[in-house]
C-alpha cells in the first residue's frame, strides 16, 4: 500500500510548497523508492485555463491534455514522472462532480453536503488511478486559515485517520528576521501549528523557511510549542538555484525525518549524483549568453516559469549561464528604434506563447529583426504563428496577411481549427463557445521531415510533444512560404497541421507550435532547448 505524505502551508502564500514537496520526492526517489505527486487547489475555476498568467501564472499542461497548477511542473521537472488529468484538482471541479451526481440522483434523494461528499469526492481523488507508487505526496494549495481550504483540510484529516501508519503530515511555514529586533521569530510558526490543530491535523514535520540559520535551541522551541520533535523541526534556507534544493533538504534531514516518522529504518542511502552534477554546471558555468524573451506577461515571472527553467537546461547542457532579458513585446510597437536598441546586443531570441492581439506587432519585428540580422529565433506557439506572418508580410508578397484571432485579415494565415480529431473523437470548436478545455490540448504526434534542422537535433523522425492552442498555420501557405526560404519540416500524421516551421538559409531558425519547454527536466534538457542555447553560446563566440 502505498505511503501519503500531505503538505501545507502556513502563515503566507508563496512559500514553496510545490518546490519543496518536489524536492522531496526527488530525495525519495534517489533511495529507490517510486513516487507520484498531486495537488490539491481550492480556488473555484474548475481548472486554470482560463486564468489570465498575471492572476495565476503559468498554466501547465499534461500528455493527456489536463490544464493544470504551475506546480505540476516543478513535479514533473524533479522527478521526471509525467503528470496526469487525475495529480490536480480544484475546488470548482469537486463541486462539479457532486452537483452532477446529485442531479442523476446517486445520492437517493439525500441531503448533499460539505461533509461527507465533497470531503468523500476530495478522497476519493487523493486515492484513486494508483499503481504500485511507495509514496503519494499531496500538496494542499493556499495556507491553513484560508477558508476555501477548509473541506480539503477536512478531507486529509479524515485520511490520516483512515490511513493510520500510511500518511503523515509536513506543514512548510515561515520564520521571519526581524532587523530591528535583530531575532528570528517563532510566533508566526506557532500560530500556524495552533491553526492546523484546531482543524484535528498534528504535523509530524515542520519545514521552516528562513532567510537565516535557525538555532538548534529556537528549533527546539518550536518543536515544544508546536508538539513536535526537535529532529522533525528542519530548516529550509534559501539556495543558490531551485536544483540546490533536494542536496540542501537532504543535508538538513528532511528525507531521514520522512522516513523515520514512517518508521522506516532500511532504506538505502540516496545516490544523490546527478543532483550534484546538476548543481556543479549551474553555479561554475564555463561562460554565459544573453537572451531576450520578446513576450507580453513579462511582469510576473511565474507566467513563464516552464521557459525560464527550460533555457536554465540549454544552460546546464551546454554548461553556460543564461542571462535571460526579458522585454515586453509592445514597446517594439511604441518605438522602432527600441528593435535594435534592445536586441542588438543579445545572442538569441525567443518570442514565446500567448494570447491576444496586445504586442502581437511587436513579436512579428522581434522575428523579423532575428531573421534578417541572422540572430538565432526560437518560437514557440505563438511566437511560431507571429513568425510565419512575418515571412508572409515581407517575403511572399502578402503584406496584408494575419490571423483570425485577430479579426478578417487578406488572408488570414492563422486560423481557427473548427474541427480536428482527440484519438478516436471528433472535437469541434466555435468562436463563441466556452473557453476553458476547448483548445488543442495535451500530447500530440508530429513527423519530422529528412535532411531539416529539427530532424537533426531529435535524431528521431516521430515526436511527440504537448499542445496549447485554438489556432493552427493554415497548411494552405505551405508552398508561398517554401518558395521564399521557409521549410515545413514538422506536420502532423496526416499532413494538414504545420507543427514546425524552420529557415534552413539561417544558423538557427525555428517555430514550434507545441510548447517544448513543458518536458524539459535538469537532468534531460529538451533537445530544442539545449540546441538553442548551443546556437546562442555560437553566436556569442562570433561578436
Given amino acids: 500500500?502505498?505511503?501519503?505524505?500531505?503538505?501545507?502551508?502556513?502563515?503566507?502564500?508563496?512559500?514553496?510548497?510545490?518546490?519543496?514537496?518536489?524536492?522531496?520526492?526527488?530525495?525519495?526517489?534517489?533511495?529507490?523508492y517510486k513516487v507520484r505527486m498531486r495537488k490539491l487547489d481550492p480556488y473555484i475555476n474548475v481548472d486554470p485555463g482560463t486564468m489570465n498568467p498575471y492572476e495565476h501564472g503559468e498554466c501547465y499542461v499534461t500528455d493527456d491534455g489536463a490544464e493544470t497548477d504551475l506546480d505540476l511542473g516543478h513535479y514533473e521537472r524533479f522527478t521526471g514522472v509525467a503528470s496526469k488529468q487525475t495529480d490536480n484538482i480544484t475546488t470548482g471541479r469537486i463541486y462539479q462532480r457532486v452537483i452532477r451526481k446529485e442531479r442523476r440522483g446517486d445520492y437517493l434523494g439525500g441531503t448533499v453536503q460539505?461533509?461527507?461528499?465533497?470531503?468523500?469526492?476530495?478522497?476519493?481523488?487523493?486515492?484513486?488511478?494508483?499503481?504500485?507508487?511507495?509514496?503519494?505526496?499531496?500538496?494542499?494549495?493556499?495556507?491553513?486559515?484560508?477558508?476555501?481550504?477548509?473541506?480539503?483540510?477536512?478531507?486529509?484529516?479524515?485520511?490520516?485517520?483512515?490511513l493510520r501508519n500510511n500518511a503523515i503530515f509536513i506543514h512548510l511555514t515561515l520564520v521571519p528576521y526581524l532587523a530591528a529586533a535583530g531575532e528570528l521569530k517563532t510566533k508566526p510558526t506557532q500560530h500556524s501549528v495552533k491553526e492546523l490543530r484546531s482543524i484535528g491535523i498534528q504535523p509530524d514535520i515542520l519545514l521552516c523557511r528562513s532567510e537565516r540559520p535557525i538555532p538548534e535551541g529556537l528549533r527546539a522551541k518550536i518543536g515544544q510549542f508546536c508538539n513536535v520533535r526537535k529532529e522533525a523541526v528542519i530548516q529550509a534556507l534559501d539556495v543558490r538555484t531551485i536544483y540546490e534544493v533536494p542536496l540542501s533538504y537532504h543535508n538538513e534531514g528532511l528525507d531521514d525525518a520522512v522516513l523515520d516518522a514512517f518508521g522506516i529504518t532500511d532504506a538505502p542511502e540516496p545516490d544523490l549524483s546527478?543532483?550534484?552534477?546538476?548543481?556543479?554546471?549551474?553555479?561554475?558555468?564555463?561562460?554565459?549568453?544573453?537572451?531576450?524573451?520578446?513576450?507580453?506577461?513579462?511582469?510576473?515571472?511565474?507566467?513563464?516559469?516552464?521557459?525560464?527553467?527550460?533555457?536554465?537546461?540549454?544552460?546546464?547542457?551546454?554548461?553556460?549561464?543564461?542571462?535571460?532579458?526579458?522585454?515586453?513585446?509592445?514597446?517594439?510597437?511604441?518605438?522602432?528604434?527600441?528593435?535594435?536598441?534592445?536586441?542588438?546586443?543579445?545572442?538569441?531570441?525567443?518570442?514565446?506563447?500567448?494570447?491576444?492581439?496586445?504586442?502581437?506587432?511587436?513579436k512579428i519585428k522581434a522575428a523579423h529583426y532575428a531573421r534578417t540580422q541572422k540572430i538565432p529565433y526560437f518560437g514557440i506557439c505563438y511566437g511560431m504563428q507571429m513568425a510565419v506572418i512575418e515571412g508572409c508580410r515581407n517575403l511572399a508578397s502578402m503584406p496584408n496577411a494575419g490571423?483570425?484571432?485577430?479579426?478578417?485579415?487578406?488572408?488570414?494565415?492563422?486560423?481557427?481549427?473548427?474541427?480536428?480529431?482527440?484519438?478516436?473523437?471528433?472535437?469541434?470548436?466555435?468562436?463563441?463557445?466556452?473557453?476553458?478545455?476547448?483548445?488543442?490540448?495535451?500530447?500530440?504526434?508530429?513527423?519530422?521531415?529528412?535532411?531539416?534542422?529539427?530532424?537533426?537535433?531529435?535524431?528521431?523522425?516521430?515526436?511527440h510533444e504537448r499542445h496549447r492552442h485554438r489556432y493552427e498555420v493554415n497548411i494552405a501557405y505551405r508552398e508561398a512560404l517554401e518558395n521564399v526560404g521557409y521549410k515545413f519540416s514538422g506536420l502532423s500524421p496526416h499532413g494538414d497541421l504545420p507543427e514546425i516551421v524552420e529557415i534552413p538559409d539561417h544558423p538557427w531558425f525555428i517555430g514550434v507550435q507545441f510548447h517544448p519547454e513543458l518536458k524539459s527536466k535538469p537532468f534531460d534538457p529538451h533537445p530544442l532547448f539545449e540546441s538553442f542555447v548551443k546556437a546562442a553560446l555560437d553566436k556569442s563566440r562570433l561578436v
Fill in 1 to 32: 500500500m502505498a505511503r501519503f505524505i500531505f503538505v501545507t502551508g502556513g502563515v503566507v502564500s508563496s512559500l514553496g510548497k510545490g518546490l519543496a514537496g518536489a524536492a522531496l520526492a526527488s530525495l525519495l526517489q534517489a533511495r529507490g
Fill in 114 to 162: 460539505v461533509i461527507p461528499h465533497i470531503t468523500n469526492e476530495i478522497k476519493n481523488f487523493a486515492t484513486a488511478d494508483l499503481g504500485d507508487e511507495d509514496f503519494v505526496l499531496v500538496e494542499i494549495g493556499g495556507t491553513v486559515g484560508d477558508i476555501e481550504s477548509l473541506p480539503f483540510m477536512e478531507a486529509i484529516r479524515q485520511l490520516g485517520n483512515e
Fill in 274 to 362: 546527478t543532483w550534484e552534477d546538476i548543481v556543479d554546471r549551474s553555479l561554475n558555468p564555463d561562460g554565459e549568453v544573453n537572451i531576450a524573451v520578446v513576450g507580453k506577461y513579462i511582469e510576473l515571472r511565474d507566467a513563464y516559469k516552464s521557459l525560464t527553467e527550460s533555457l536554465i537546461h540549454g544552460g546546464i547542457a551546454n554548461k553556460v549561464k543564461v542571462n535571460i532579458d526579458w522585454i515586453e513585446s509592445e514597446i517594439f510597437e511604441k518605438d522602432e528604434a527600441s528593435v535594435v536598441d534592445r536586441l542588438g546586443s543579445v545572442h538569441a531570441i525567443l518570442v514565446p506563447g500567448g494570447f491576444g492581439e496586445r504586442g502581437a506587432e511587436g
Fill in 403 to 463: 490571423t483570425s484571432e485577430f479579426g478578417n485579415f487578406d488572408p488570414n494565415v492563422v486560423g481557427l481549427m473548427t474541427e480536428w480529431t482527440k484519438g478516436n473523437q471528433t472535437e469541434t470548436r466555435s468562436e463563441d463557445g466556452d473557453l476553458g478545455g476547448t483548445m488543442r490540448l495535451g500530447s500530440y504526434p508530429c513527423n519530422l521531415l529528412e535532411g531539416t534542422k529539427v530532424r537533426e537535433i531529435y535524431g528521431k523522425d516521430v515526436i
